[in-house]
Structures are given as C-alpha cells and as structure tokens.
T-cell receptor, first 112, second 115 residues
Framework: GQNIDQPTEMTATEGAIVQINCTYQTSGFNGLFWYQQHAGEAPTFLSYNVLDGLEEKGRFSSFLSRSKGYSYLLLKELQMKDSASYLCAGGDSGAGSYQLTFGKGTKLSVIP | EAQVTQNPRYLITVTGKKLTVTCSQNMNHEYMSWYRQDPGLGLRQIYYSMNVEVTDKGDVPEGYKVSRKEKRNFPLILESPSPNQTSLYFC???FGSGISGNTIYFGEGSWLTVV
C-alpha cells in the first residue's frame, strides 16, 4: 500500500491559478493520477504522470517528482465549475499486488 | 457508449440481510475494482480483479466478498451487512492492470444504508 497526503481544503478566486499538492510514499511506485469529483458524483480522470516533469492539458497541468515523492495539480483561469474535490491517487505494484490508493481529496472552493 | 453500470443506486437494508451490488462494464476491460467512500476517509479500495477468476484484497476487504466469473461483471457481496458498511460505493474498470495509466472509468455510485 501507500501513504498519500494532500491538503483537506483550499479556496481560490475565479480567474486565478491554484496549485494542489500531493505527497506519497510507496514501496513500488507505478504512476500518479489526478481525479476530479463533484459532490455526489463519480470521480473523473484528469491526468496521469509516471515520469518526472510537467504534463499540460488545457487549463490543467500535473507535475511529478519521483525522487521527492511529490506531485501537484495546477489549475489555471479558475472557473466556478472547478469547485470540486481533487483526488490524488498512486499506483503501487509492490509485492505482486496492483493497488490504486487514493488520497482523502482536496476540496477546492472557487469564489467570485 | 462506454459505461460502468452499478445497481442498485440507492438501498436501505437491515443488519444481517445479505445483499449484492452488481457492476457491469461494456468496454472489455480486464481490471475492475470496488471502492467505498466515507466522509473524511476518501476513497478506499475494497477488492480488485485483474481478470476473470483473478481477485485480490484492497485496503478494506473485511465484510465483503467479490467474484469475477465473467469479464464484464464484478459483483460486490455483503454476506451480513452491518451499520459500519453504510457508505457510498463505486465500481471502476480500466484496461490493463488498473495502475498503468489507462483511464479508470467509475460507475455512478451506490448509496447503501444499513440500519
């Protein structure tokens, strides 16, 4: 299994940029995911990083540093609809298992 | 349309009465998984399956059983439900191992209350 930590809540202003951090500890790292989840709905896939560096997809970017056990999700030009929980999840293939462990999620509130 | 379908979506049941939550996917995915989501605890993996007849425990398997007799179906069985199993349950599926970077598709969730 893994330990995944991310802040519980964040607030940011519409139009601004926000960075959500995630740290992880794993025995057999196999990539890091970010998911978005609106209240009462299913999580939806945002990004996946397995190599160090920044992956950009429109307003959303995700960064990974394997040596530091660290990732972040960057959201630009924030919109009200970006108010949601953002889940960091790590893939672990240590000890012959293939587990995907989620952090507890960061609830982002976007305010006018 | 690519779908992961769970049933029932909402259920209130009594302690000890066996129930099954079904999950079906139409994408020919190898990997399927069950999660429960509780306030303050996030998504926790119950069981996962790498392919037909291959299942393994996640982080919180106690009180649950699964089976994978067909590729498309992965039911979650609560043999004797207890109130601490009241939760929101998600089924998920993907190609490959589930952690290889392929998009994981989630069902809409099943709200289960055990009284």
């Amino acid at each position: 299994g893994q330990n995944i930590d991310q802040p519980t809540e964040m607030t940011a202003t519409e139009g601004a940029i926000v960075q959500i951090n995630c740290t992880y500890q794993t025995s057999g790292f196999n990539g890091l995911f970010w998911y978005q989840q609106h209240a009462g709905e299913a999580p939806t896939f945002l990004s996946y990083n397995v190599l160090d560096g920044l992956e950009e997809k429109g307003r959303f970017s995700s960064f990974l540093s394997r040596s530091k056990g660290y990732s972040y999700l960057l959201l630009k030009e924030l919109q009200m609809k970006d108010s949601a929980s953002y889940l960091c999840a790590g893939g672990d293939s240590g000890a012959g298992s293939y587990q995907l462990t989620f952090g507890k999620g960061t609830k982002l509130s976007v305010i006018p | 349309e690519a779908q992961v379908t769970q049933n029932p979506r909402y259920l209130i049941t009594v302690t000890g009465k066996k129930l099954t939550v079904t999950c079906s996917q139409n994408m020919n995915h190898e990997y399927m998984s069950w999660y429960r989501q509780d306030p303050g605890l996030g998504l926790r993996q119950i069981y996962y399956s790498m392919n037909v007849e291959v299942t393994d425990k996640g982080d919180v398997p106690e009180g649950y059983k699964v089976s994978r007799k067909e590729k498309r179906n992965f039911p979650l069985i609560l043999e004797s439900p207890s109130p601490n199993q009241t939760s929101l349950y998600f089924c998920a599926s993907s190609f490959g191992s589930g952690i290889s970077g392929n998009t994981i598709y989630f069902g809409e969730g099943s709200w289960l209350t055990v009284v």
